[in-house]
Nanobody
């Protein structure tokens, strides 16, 4: 059983930056495909970015050029660096893991989830 715990959320002004972290425990982190999703009030959970065990990445179109996903397999941690933040980026951000090779943008295809961390971008 894999446990995921996000951190690094907070309140930031538009145009600012944040780095989210997701610490994994209880499994073999290095083999998991990791993803970041977000959910704003009243909206569906949406894919943000994903990364395979080897470092291949995929991003939602609206995040390309602003967000960067990375992982440190030695530290069992995946990161999401967010820059040029906009008020519409306000959401709860979730870390997810799947024990299958390949990034998917579909939330139900991830096996494990963290509890999320709130990101609020003020205008």
């Amino acid at each position: 059983q894999v446990q995921l715990k996000e951190s690094g959320g907070g309140l930031v002004q538009a145009g600012g930056s944040l780095r989210l972290s997701c610490a994994a425990s209880g499994g073999t982190f290095s083999v998991y495909t990791m993803g970041w999703f977000r959910q704003a009030p009243g909206k569906d959970r949406e894919f943000v970015a994903g990364i395979t065990w080897s470092g291949s990445t995929n991003y939602a179109d609206s995040m390309k050029g602003r967000f960067t996903i990375s992982r440190d397999n030695a530290e069992n941690t995946v990161y999401l660096r967010m820059t040029k933040l906009k008020p519409e980026d306000t959401a709860v951000y979730y870390c997810a893991a799947r024990a299958v090779l390949g990034i998917t943008t579909t939330a139900p295809e991830y096996d494990y989830w963290g509890l999320g961390t709130q990101v609020t971008v003020s205008s």
